[in-house]
């Protein structure tokens, strides 16, 4: 394959993992609303756990931590 070819296939793949993080970011934003109950809160990290975005887990995953801590 030419250079120019794969360079082509790296930036549509590359493309195609941004569109996924904004339609992700956007799901994630539309889940957060729900986030205030500790129901919500597993529900938003499960969702994260299924699309593999390791930061956002642990971010929610600290903001689950103190709302239980909050709520005893």
């Known amino acids: 394959m030419s ?3 794969m360079e ?3 930036n549509l793949s590359l493309d195609h993992r941004y569109t996924q993080k904004n339609n992700l970011a956007a799901e ?3 889940l957060e609303k729900n986030f205030d109950t500790l129901q ?3 529900s938003v990290i499960a ?5 593999e975005n390791w ?3 642990e971010e929610r995953q600290q903001r689950l931590i103190e709302l239980v801590v909050h709520s005893k």
């Open 3 to 5: 250079g120019q070819y």
């Open 28 to 30: 994630i934003t539309e």
């Open 40 to 42: 919500g809160a597993q």
């Open 55 to 57: 930061g956002l887990i």
């Open 8 to 10: 082509a296939i790296v």
């Open 47 to 51: 969702e994260l756990l299924v699309e």
